[in-house]
């Protein structure tokens, strides 16, 4: 459970709704919009029952809905309810209320558990769901990873999360997605967490000093040179302790709670990197992203400089990483000098 600060027992009058959005038609939502807008402090009893059109009573039993899945609603007399703290577990309505304005742009699904969310994602975009679009989950069975593997992703308190697109456009111009979305998931997670120590592990990986903090998975159905759907999917370890994940893991891994010491808002977490995502897919339409992409690279470098292995295939190279170059290949500077472009492979550290 995570908990959201206390204010002075000061009482909210109306507070500020932004322009409508789909999530304002569900009462719950709603609610909880209301309560995130006013907090720490409460809203009142008679605001919420004039504002959903319903009485006190009906507003009661809307929040005791809203704590029988997990939220923690405090209620005084006087003063009306306050969002105090929420559960782990994923809650639509509470999901919809941090998303805002960015719901009318883009439909969440939520899951208790699913085989994984880029397999759900792909199922929905075949079955012709409007995106883009976005799959969470509390669990995943089938979990995948780059290179084949399994990504563990066991119940509650981490983010897999899958977002779906349809391009339509030359695959050329989407070469250095992943990396994009890497770089700005970056820079996101160092503003959240309040830390430099964030940085990213060409080509997918999140790291902090050195542990893995997150794995992103891009897949694409390509036909005739241009890209008709685009999945994107990211699992970050945010409140489960590493002790969850298989012993060859959990020792190069590391979770958001353990870096910050307290618990995470996770509903928070996930609206705002679903808005990044969102926003990384919208420039690599619209930009050409090239000098952004390499300059900003430098930022977040995992590697930079580093003396690292390559495994491509049967081939191995080693060497010092030197940045990417404007198609996002990883530039190795062999011993001899030369410099060679890495499009893909298992990068080892040495
Ligand atoms: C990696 O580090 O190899 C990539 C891991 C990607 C894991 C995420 S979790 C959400 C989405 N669903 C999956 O099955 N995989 C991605």
Redesign the pocket.
Known sequence: MSTYPTGKRKKIGTPKIASKSKSDKDPSSYVLRMLLNASPYYVSGSVLAQKLKMSRVGVWSRIDKLRKAGLTIEASQNLGYRLAGEPNALNLPLLNAWMKDNKKFCDIFTHDEVD????EVERLLANGFKSPFAVLSNE?K??????G?I?H?PKGGNI???LGFRPNIQAIHLRNFTLWQGLNICRFLRLFMGTENIGVKWP??IYYEGK?LA???TEASIDSESIKTLIF???LNVNTHTRQFPKSIAKYSISMQSIKGEQIRIHELAAKLIKVILTGYKDCMSKNLEKDLISGWTEVDELSGKKIKVQCGKEIFSGNASGIDKNGNLLLKLRNGRVRKIHGGEIEIL
């Open positions: 994984s969310t880029n397999s995943q089938k979990g995948r990873g780059r290179l593997r990504w992703s897999y999360l899958s997918n990986d893995k794995g992103m998975l999917g990211i699992g």
